[in-house]
């Protein structure tokens, strides 16, 4: 692609994300970009709050944390759609 990304999933993730589109009646790719969107929308206000909090107080947290919680939050977005 020459703006744009593919991206390779394994078989399982495959089966998950097409489950999930036909769950939700629409195509695999489709369902694939809401998710991404969705995902990144949340994620990138987020971050702009907590750096904006960041700024403010100097306190952060670890990046094992962030990431603890971004999972959570991207698994906790999968299981709804379910």
Known sequence: MADGADIRLDP???ARLRAAADAAGVSLEAYALQALDQALDDDWSEALTALEDHDRTGVSCAAED?????????????????
């Open 12 to 14: 399982e993730r495959t």
């Open 66 to 82: 962030a990431i603890a919680a971004f999972r959570a939050n991207v698994e906790a977005g999968l299981a709804a759609r379910k």
